[in-house]
């Protein structure tokens, strides 16, 4: 099997490090990953710059490509350029910090998972919930268990699952489950930071509410301890809407011609 490893932490990261260890164990994987920290940055790409690639030893355990991009690049230009065949998964994590609720939309690594998902490869994003001590390594393993199930299962080309564990503190996780993504909004707040001439600076900061998480949610769940599977897809096209908008009555812009 030959797969794909990406994140949004930058190549550097340690959740990159632990998942590479145990996705050696399913094949052979290259790894693209950007140069430095592109958290929060989407679904963007570099359009009209070019992007710099370059080979990089990383903590001497393997060698892969540091690119000056975003997540997406790494999977667009690794699929198109890097790597010597097309593979057979692709990977994005483990991101340090979890990718529930509203924040899918935000993170890099479900961007980076879903455009290998959109080039049409079984695509997985990972992310471990913040804690004191993040370990990578128990969460790498937990991850190789996850991503095994579902390729036994048919994680069939163009899939995407969004995969979110736990702080792993004792006596984590209580189990694995199945949970729709939810929809909370953060609670976000603002720091000002007043600079000469008049300009402001504000720095983002916030979370989710305490009381936050509707139940069967992948907050919920991720809240209650449990690691969480969540299959997603790239198509944001309302289906259930189609018809009632292909009923209405639109106006005849021929007219302004």
């Not at 199930?149 to 004792?170: C, E, F, M």
Request: glycine share 10%.
């Amino acid at each position: 099997m030959d797969i794909l490893l990406t994140n949004d932490d930058g190549i550097l990261a340690p959740g990159l490090n632990a998942m590479y260890r145990v996705l050696t164990e399913l094949g052979s994987v290259t790894v693209a990953a950007p140069d430095s920290v592109q958290s929060a940055m989407g679904h963007a790409i570099t359009v009209g710059e070019a992007i710099d690639v370059r080979r990089i030893h990383v903590h001497n355990s393997f060698h892969g490509w540091s690119v000056n991009g975003r997540p997406a690049d790494c999977v667009k230009i690794a699929v198109r350029e890097l790597v010597e065949s097309k593979p057979d998964l692709v990977v994005a994590g483990i991101n340090d910090g979890a990718n529930v609720s509203i924040n899918v939309l935000y993170s890099g690594t479900v961007a980076a998972a879903a455009e290998g998902a959109l080039l049409g490869f079984p695509a997985v994003a990972v992310s471990l919930e913040r804690g004191a001590e993040p370990d990578f390594d128990r969460a790498a393993r937990i991850t190789l268990d996850v991503i095994q199930t579902l390729l036994t299962n048919g994680l069939t080309p163009g899939r995407l699952v969004n995969v979110n564990i736990p702080d792993l503190t004792p006596g984590m996780p209580k189990g694995i489950r199945v949970a729709r993504q939810a929809l909370e909004i953060m609670e976000d707040r603002y720091e000002r930071h007043d600079q000469p001439g008049g300009v402001r600076q504000y720095t983002l900061s916030g979370g989710f509410s305490d009381h936050a998480g509707v139940a069967e949610t992948d907050l919920h769940a991720l809240r209650e301890g449990f690691v969480v599977v969540t299959p997603l897809h790239v198509d944001l096209t309302e289906h259930a809407r189609l018809a009632s908008f292909d009923a209405i009555d639109w106006p005849d812009t021929g007219r302004h011609c």
